[in-house]
């Protein structure tokens, strides 16, 4: 007897590891969660009088652990990335901002991201980020707009239309409008015209939708065929 009660005694006091274990999680846990609430706390309170300081506490986080963030949270992420791209500080705001999309995973945090890396001039990385989205979640008109955008810029029309195209099913109004912009440019006014008619029945119809509607109309654009203007180029660029 007197030697089970040494051997349970010494289980005691040399302790069991995986009891151990549990219950040091909690505590690990607990200081994880104190570090991301004073990060942002603090970052809150510097964020005037040092935003890249702030962002840096704030990336340091969110790079660290993955965790959803909570409105004022999301907000101030938000606030001193677009504080950094201001100040001409683009490396630490797209750090920042890519951390934060990956938190977030959203339509908004992805192509926020893009801006500033299309502004760095790694517009690779900032198609394949907003590709990634798009075959996770099809169903974001802005992401999709935003790629007909990125080809856009490169005079890749194709790429465009695809882009566009995708929106536009979404019901991106915009993207319509640009459809039937490109469509005017490559000197297709009628089919430029079905484009910016979806935009005419609107309460308060986008700008591209009357004035393209109306360049469709001039009698330097739109001749008997359709599709055989005078002039190639978009009117509006004359």
Same mark, same amino acid.
């Given at each position: 007897?007197?030697?089970?009660?040494?051997?349970g005694?010494a289980?005691?006091?040399d =302790?069991?590891?995986?009891?151990?274990?549990?219950?040091?999680?909690?505590?690990?846990?607990? &200081?994880?969660?104190?570090?991301?609430? /004073?990060? !942002?706390?603090?970052?809150?309170?510097?964020?005037?009088?040092?935003?890249?300081?702030?962002?840096?506490?704030?990336? *340091?986080?969110?790079?660290?652990?993955?965790?959803?963030?909570?409105?004022?949270q999301?907000?101030?992420?938000? %606030?001193?990335?677009?504080?950094?791209?201001?100040?001409?500080?683009?490396?630490?705001?797209?750090?920042?901002?890519?951390?934060?999309?990956?938190?977030?995973?959203?339509?908004w945090?992805?192509?926020?991201?893009?801006?500033?890396?299309?502004?760095?001039?790694?517009?690779?990385?900032? %198609?394949?980020?907003?590709?990634?989205?798009?075959?996770?979640?099809?169903?974001?008109?802005?992401?999709?707009s935003?790629?007909?955008?990125?080809?856009?810029?490169? *005079?890749? /029309?194709e *790429? &465009?239309?695809?882009? !566009? =195209?995708?929106?536009?099913?979404?019901?991106?109004e /915009?993207?319509?409008?640009?459809?039937?912009?490109?469509?005017?440019?490559?000197?297709?006014?009628?089919?430029?015209?079905?484009? !910016?008619?979806?935009?005419?029945?609107?309460t308060?119809?986008?700008?591209?939708?009357?004035?393209?509607?109306?360049?469709?109309?001039?009698?330097?654009?739109?001749?008997?065929?359709?599709?055989?203007?005078?002039?190639?180029?978009?009117?509006?660029?004359?």
């Amino acid at each position: 007897m007197a030697g089970l009660m040494a051997t349970g005694l010494a289980q005691e006091q040399d =302790g069991d590891p995986e009891i151990e274990q549990v219950a040091e999680a909690p505590a690990q846990s607990a &200081a994880a969660d104190n570090a991301w609430q /004073d990060a !942002f706390g603090l970052a809150a309170e510097i964020e005037t009088d040092d935003p890249e300081g702030a962002a840096e506490l704030i990336t *340091g986080e969110l790079e660290d652990a993955a965790r959803q963030l909570d409105g004022p949270q999301l907000e101030l992420a938000f %606030r001193l990335g677009k504080t950094l791209v201001e100040a001409g500080k683009l490396e630490a705001a797209v750090r920042l901002q890519l951390a934060l999309h990956v938190s977030a995973n959203a339509e908004w945090s992805a192509i926020n991201a893009t801006l500033t890396l299309s502004q760095l001039g790694r517009q690779d990385e900032a %198609r394949a980020l907003l590709e990634r989205l798009v075959g996770e979640q099809p169903a974001l008109a802005g992401a999709w707009s935003h790629l007909g955008l990125m080809a856009w810029a490169i *005079g890749d /029309d194709e *790429g &465009a239309r695809r882009g !566009f =195209g995708r929106a536009a099913l979404l019901g991106s109004e /915009d993207a319509r409008s640009n459809l039937g912009r490109i469509e005017l440019r490559a000197g297709r006014p009628v089919r430029a015209r079905a484009w !910016f008619r979806s935009g005419l029945g609107r309460t308060q119809p986008g700008a591209w939708s009357l004035r393209g509607w109306g360049l469709t109309l001039l009698p330097s654009v739109a001749t008997n065929s359709g599709e055989t203007p005078s002039a190639s180029q978009d009117p509006s660029e004359k």
